[in-house]
């Protein structure tokens, strides 16, 4: 198993890497316009021919300058900072697979930057057999002033779409790994297969670190922690507004049960929390995440199941997925609403303590709901 020891020093900023692969995650660290491209990330390694190579070997000085002094801060940057290249000894899986013979041709007639469809469309005779409507790309060369192809576990069977930009050959494990963002001391099983299907699994190293300071600045920017006091009188305002019992609640939920969608907008704080407690009151078994995805089936609660006599025409009915009352869905949707745009606090909108004060033992609810129905009469 490769194991990837920590870095020294603190880690580098997450800059883009060198890949076409659709993130949800900055595209570079902002503030800096460094944005390397696949010859950035590679073009420092030792030429090789198809099947070349050794596992180990020493790097290459000088190319490695020109390289640097030709490419400019981009590939500095990603060298020097992302794949840290100073920390590595050697120059570890730089080795290139082997082609047959028709592969090697078929190579030489794609142009940078081109697949094997775009060379035929251009007159170039393919000698590949693959059906060329669902294999139209199967040969691809890399372009040094793009992003590469994204990295795939695929490689491991074959590098005919990861062709090199300038050799006629395949990318080797070490120059894919650079792509993925691996440091160049990582070092991998020896295996060449193995290289590939590790390298193109793996979540990049970059993408990786770029989650974990995300959730580093989400949790320092925690809210200020609030005092006793105001905690207190919080939870106090809370316990006012949660039901003491089933008449309680159904008197609190038939104030806003039948508000069509403005009113419900419109509709104060106070009252509306009222209202949302004592849903949860009645129904512990629902949950506000459920409130927006109820499925189209609907069924029926039987008379042994409402725990609304009275008030039937806002329980008879349910979502079977959620169990979700049919008539309280704009209720539920407007509270995701509040919650989203934190006019809602987190226990707020999930009412935990509601819930509790509402599964009390049997001889207290029945209590309840013999009152409940009494006043509903």
Same mark, same amino acid.
């Given at each position: 198993?490769?194991?990837?020891?920590?870095?020294? +020093?603190?880690?580098?900023?997450?800059?883009?890497?060198?890949?076409?692969?659709?993130?949800?995650?900055?595209?570079?660290?902002?503030?800096?316009?460094?944005?390397p491209? #696949?010859?950035?990330a590679?073009?420092?390694?030792?030429? #090789?021919?198809?099947?070349?190579?050794?596992?180990?070997?020493?790097?290459?000085?000088?190319?490695?300058?020109?390289?640097?002094?030709?490419?400019?801060?981009a +590939?500095?940057?990603?060298?020097e900072?992302?794949?840290?290249?100073?920390?590595?000894?050697? #120059?570890?899986?730089?080795?290139?697979?082997?082609?047959?013979?028709?592969?090697?041709?078929?190579?030489?007639? @794609?142009? !940078?930057?081109?697949?094997?469809?775009?060379?035929?469309?251009?007159?170039?005779?393919?000698?590949?057999?693959?059906?060329?409507?669902?294999?139209?790309?199967?040969?691809?060369?890399?372009?040094?002033?793009?992003?590469?192809?994204?990295?795939? +576990?695929?490689?491991?069977?074959?590098?005919?779409?990861?062709?090199h930009?300038?050799?006629?050959?395949s990318?080797?494990?070490?120059?894919?790994?650079?792509?993925?963002?691996?440091?160049?001391?990582?070092? $991998?099983?020896?295996?060449?297969?193995?290289?590939?299907?590790?390298?193109?699994?793996? @979540?990049?190293?970059l993408?990786?670190?770029?989650?974990?300071?995300?959730?580093?600045?989400?949790?320092?920017?925690?809210?200020?922690?609030?005092?006793? %006091?105001?905690?207190?009188?919080?939870?106090?305002?809370?316990?006012?507004?949660?039901?003491?019992?089933?008449?309680?609640?159904? +008197?609190?939920?038939?104030?806003?049960?039948?508000?069509?969608?403005?009113?419900?907008?419109?509709?104060?704080?106070?009252? $509306?929390?009222?209202?949302?407690?004592?849903?949860?009151?009645?129904?512990?078994?629902?949950?506000?995440?459920?409130?927006?995805?109820?499925?189209?089936?609907?069924?029926?609660?039987?008379?042994?199941?409402?725990?609304?006599?009275?008030?039937?025409?806002?329980?008879?009915?349910?979502?079977a997925?959620?169990?979700?009352? @049919?008539?309280?869905?704009?209720?539920?949707?407007?509270?995701?609403?509040?919650?989203?745009?934190?006019?809602?606090?987190?226990?707020?909108?999930?009412?935990? !303590?509601?819930?509790?004060?509402?599964?009390?033992?049997?001889?207290?609810?029945? %209590?309840?709901? %013999?009152h #409940?129905?009494?006043?509903?009469?």
């Open positions: 198993m490769a194991a990837r020891r920590p870095p020294k +020093a603190p880690p580098p900023a997450h800059h883009r890497h060198p890949q076409r692969r659709a993130r949800l995650l900055p595209r570079r660290t902002p503030g800096t316009h460094l944005e491209k #696949l010859w950035d590679i073009g420092d390694l030792p030429p #090789l021919a198809a099947g070349s190579g050794d596992e180990e070997r020493d790097y290459d000085p000088t190319r490695r300058a020109a390289h640097l002094a030709q490419r400019g801060a +590939a500095r940057h990603y060298l900072s992302v794949l840290e290249i100073s920390r590595a000894a050697k #120059l570890t899986a730089h080795r290139a697979r082997p082609h047959n013979e028709q592969d090697l041709r078929d190579f030489a007639r @794609v142009r !940078e930057g081109e697949h094997s469809g775009e060379a035929e469309k251009r007159g170039e005779k393919m000698e590949f057999t693959y059906k060329r409507t669902c294999f139209e790309d199967r040969y691809k060369r890399q372009h040094r002033e793009r992003l590469c192809s994204t990295i795939v +576990a695929h490689l491991s069977k074959d590098g005919l779409g990861f062709v930009p300038t050799q006629n050959r990318l080797t494990p070490r120059e894919a790994a650079r792509v993925q963002s691996f440091p160049d001391w990582f070092t $991998f099983p020896v295996t060449r297969t193995h290289q590939f299907r590790i390298i193109g699994n793996a @979540v990049p190293p993408v990786a670190e770029a989650v974990g300071l995300e959730i580093r600045a989400f949790l320092d920017a925690k809210p200020a922690h609030k005092s006793r %006091t105001q905690k207190t009188t919080a939870a106090q305002a809370h316990d006012d507004l949660i039901p003491q019992s089933q008449a309680n609640a159904a +008197a609190y939920l038939q104030q806003i049960a039948g508000l069509d969608r403005r009113q419900l907008r419109t509709c104060e704080k106070p009252v $509306f929390l009222r209202g949302w407690f004592a849903l949860f009151y009645l129904f512990p078994g629902l949950h506000p995440d459920n409130a927006l995805d109820h499925g189209d089936s609907i069924e029926l609660w039987s008379p042994e199941q409402l725990a609304l006599p009275g008030l039937e025409d806002f329980a008879v009915r349910r979502f997925r959620s169990g979700w009352p @049919v008539a309280l869905e704009l209720l539920g949707r407007e509270a995701w609403r509040r919650y989203e745009l934190q006019e809602l606090a987190d226990d707020e909108f999930y009412c935990a !303590e509601a819930q509790r004060a509402g599964m009390r033992p049997a001889s207290v609810r029945h %209590t309840g709901r %013999t #409940l129905a009494t006043t509903a009469r």
